[in-house]
């Protein structure tokens, strides 16, 4: 639609517009002149968070997990829920009476119950408590048809909810944090004394100095124990070669010099030669059983017993009469003694060893079980300490329930409202100008499009597909 059809279609529903427009503005002006005014009283509370809020944080959980901190949002939207309680309302109205400040209500009403039950609901809607952003401040207003009352609402239940605020978080609970109090000090106590008692009884009582103190004498030891080790085998080593020698000159006949020969013993190697040869000779004629074989054979048993213990004879001058050999045979002496004392000693060490090696694992165990024990003391003491500052929080909060001391200020109590805040008489008439001219120019438009008629030619030519080639005015007899 163009500007020149919008300014014909007004023109020519003028009055209806008129019309339109000065009944709309008339009936949102009679309704504000006509419209009961509202009040609303403010208020305006502090929440401090220094005394039962506070306290809770620090309270420690029977299952020794971390504790649960209570952040400030979740304080402030319980001190709302206690402000817009059903029982602070009802407070209220029985206080300044549901038939006064609902009379509209009161006269609807059947019976009292349902009197109160409409005039709580009617106060809540009318009771709006928020929290400022940021900050611990809550924010009161309720609005009311007469100012005093809308005051004296605000004031009351401001003074309703510090006593509910006292009752609710009034935790009469010093003596039972007390007998926690001694249980853990008891539970602490006995820890420590479990430490002591293990200390006592291990002997541990510095663990890494005794433990560098072990590993330094085990060093020392386990290199003593390898030379042992080495002096025991290089002594078996030369044990080992002086038997060997001392055999091979025990064995070696011809160390005996000629000079020291017997003629005994070559006169008997001489007989036995011819003894020998005598049998060779008897055999030869005589059977084996034969009196003269027999005999030479009994001669050439005496004179071998002879001859041998006459040889063993000249092994013992050997072995006694070499300086060699008894040089040899006293190094032989003493490389068994000095092997002797080195397995001893190495034997000894080995046991030491054992014996270092059990305490430091002994001590390893008992680092284990001090630790154990060490845990425990913390947290017990953990634990005694959270209910210490509890049993203080609980003391102070006792004392300040006993005095009706709260955590609850007022920053600004509520005064009687000057201004109504509805209705906006302004405001009002600036929406019925507003809605009366669309309601009058939407009619208008409407009116024009549900019309079977044509503003101008072109629109008929636009529709028809053909040219207008004459008009005609249209005149009113």
Same mark, same amino acid.
């Given at each position: 639609?163009?500007?020149?059809?919008?300014?014909?279609?007004?023109?020519?529903?003028?009055?209806?517009?008129?019309?339109?427009?000065?009944?709309?503005?008339?009936?949102?002006?009679?309704?504000?002149?006509?419209?009961?005014?509202?009040?609303?009283?403010?208020?305006?509370?502090?929440?401090?968070?220094?005394?039962?809020?506070?306290?809770?944080?620090?309270?420690?959980?029977?299952?020794?997990?971390?504790?649960?901190?209570?952040?400030?949002?979740?304080?402030?939207?319980?001190?709302?829920?206690?402000?817009?309680?059903?029982?602070?309302?009802?407070?209220?109205?029985?206080?300044?009476?549901?038939?006064?400040?609902?009379?509209?209500?009161?006269?609807?009403?059947?019976?009292?119950?349902?009197?109160?039950?409409?005039?709580?609901?009617?106060?809540?809607?009318?009771?709006?408590?928020?929290?400022?952003?940021?900050?611990?401040?809550?924010?009161?207003?309720?609005?009311?048809?007469?100012?005093?009352?809308?005051?004296?609402?605000?004031?009351?239940?401001?003074?309703?909810?510090?006593?509910?605020?006292?009752?609710?978080?009034?935790?009469?609970?010093?003596?039972?944090?007390?007998?926690?109090?001694?249980?853990?000090?008891?539970?602490?106590?006995?820890?420590?004394?479990?430490?002591?008692?293990?200390?006592?009884?291990?002997?541990?009582?510095?663990?890494?100095?005794?433990?560098?103190?072990?590993?330094?004498?085990?060093?020392?030891?386990?290199?003593?124990?390898?030379?042992?080790?080495?002096?025991?085998?290089?002594?078996?080593?030369?044990?080992?070669?002086?038997?060997?020698?001392?055999?091979?000159?025990?064995?070696?006949?011809?160390?005996?010099?000629?000079?020291?020969?017997?003629?005994?013993?070559? &006169?008997?190697?001489?007989? =036995?030669?011819?003894?020998?040869? #005598?049998? +060779?000779? $008897? /055999?030869?004629?005589? @059977?084996? %059983?034969?009196?003269?074989?027999?005999?030479?054979?009994?001669?050439?048993?005496?004179?071998?017993?002879?001859?041998?213990?006459?040889?063993?004879?000249?092994?013992?001058?050997?072995?006694?009469?070499?300086?060699?050999?008894?040089?040899?045979?006293?190094?032989?002496?003493?490389?068994?003694?000095?092997?002797?004392?080195?397995?001893?000693?190495?034997?000894?060490?080995?046991?030491?060893?054992?014996?270092?090696? &059990?305490?430091?694992?002994? =001590?390893?165990?008992?680092?284990? #079980?001090? +630790?154990? $024990? /060490?845990?425990?003391? @913390?947290? %017990?003491?953990?634990?005694?300490?959270?209910?210490?500052?509890?049993?203080?929080?609980?003391?102070?909060?006792?004392?300040?329930?006993?005095?009706?001391?709260?955590?609850?200020?007022?920053?600004?109590?509520?005064?009687?409202?000057?201004?109504?805040?509805?209705?906006?008489?302004?405001?009002?008439?600036?929406?019925?100008?507003?809605?009366?001219?669309?309601?009058?120019?939407?009619?208008?438009?409407?009116?024009?499009?549900?019309?079977?008629?044509?503003?101008?030619?072109?629109?008929?030519?636009?529709? $028809?597909?053909?040219?207008?080639?004459?008009?005609?005015?249209?005149?009113?007899?």
């Amino acid at each position: 639609m163009s500007l020149l059809d919008a300014l014909t279609t007004i023109f020519k529903h003028k009055i209806a517009i008129v019309v339109i427009f000065v009944t709309v503005v008339a009936a949102v002006t009679t309704f504000t002149l006509f419209q009961d005014p509202t009040f609303e009283a403010k208020a305006s509370l502090l929440v401090k968070m220094f005394k039962e809020d506070s306290s809770r944080p620090g309270m420690a959980p029977e299952d020794n997990s971390m504790p649960r901190i209570v952040s400030q949002d979740e304080v402030m939207n319980a001190e709302i829920q206690i402000l817009t309680g059903r029982e602070l309302a009802g407070k209220v109205l029985q206080t300044l009476k549901p038939e006064v400040m609902y009379p509209g209500i009161a006269s609807g009403a059947e019976t009292q119950a349902e009197l109160m039950e409409q005039a709580v609901q009617a106060f809540g809607d009318s009771l709006q408590v928020q929290g400022v952003r940021k900050s611990n401040v809550v924010a009161i207003s309720f609005q009311h048809s007469d100012p005093q009352v809308a005051a004296k609402a605000v004031n009351l239940l401001i003074e309703y909810f510090k006593e509910k605020h006292l009752a609710v978080h009034s935790d009469p609970q010093s003596s039972f944090i007390g007998s926690q109090l001694a249980a853990f000090e008891s539970k602490l106590r006995e820890s420590e004394k479990a430490l002591q008692e293990y200390h006592q009884k291990s002997k541990v009582f510095s663990i890494e100095e005794q433990r560098t103190l072990l590993l330094r004498q085990r060093t020392e030891l386990d290199s003593m124990y390898k030379l042992a080790i080495t002096n025991v085998q290089e002594n078996q080593k030369k044990i080992n070669s002086l038997k060997s020698q001392m055999k091979y000159i025990a064995d070696n006949k011809d160390r005996y010099t000629q000079t020291e020969r017997d003629r005994i013993i070559i &006169e008997a190697k001489s007989k =036995l030669l011819d003894l020998q040869l #005598k049998e +060779q000779e $008897l /055999k030869t004629k005589y @059977t084996d %059983n034969n009196r003269l074989v027999a005999d030479t054979r009994r001669e050439l048993e005496i004179v071998s017993k002879f001859l041998k213990d006459q040889e063993e004879i000249i092994v013992g001058k050997v072995k006694t009469g070499n300086p060699v050999y008894q040089s040899m045979e006293t190094d032989l002496f003493r490389a068994e003694a000095d092997l002797r004392s080195q397995a001893a000693k190495a034997a000894a060490l080995r046991a030491q060893l054992s014996q270092l090696d &059990e305490q430091i694992a002994a =001590l390893n165990r008992s680092e284990s #079980k001090i +630790q154990d $024990l /060490k845990r425990a003391i @913390t947290i %017990n003491e953990k634990n005694y300490l959270a209910y210490v500052e509890r049993h203080e929080y609980a003391q102070i909060s006792d004392v300040m329930n006993r005095l009706k001391l709260s955590n609850i200020s007022v920053i600004e109590d509520a005064v009687v409202p000057v201004k109504p805040v509805k209705p906006n008489k302004l405001l009002n008439l600036l929406i019925g100008l507003v809605v009366g001219t669309v309601s009058g120019l939407g009619y208008a438009y409407v009116n024009e499009k549900l019309a079977e008629t044509f503003l101008n030619p072109e629109s008929l030519e636009k529709y $028809l597909g053909v040219p207008v080639l004459v008009t005609i005015p249209f005149k009113k007899e």
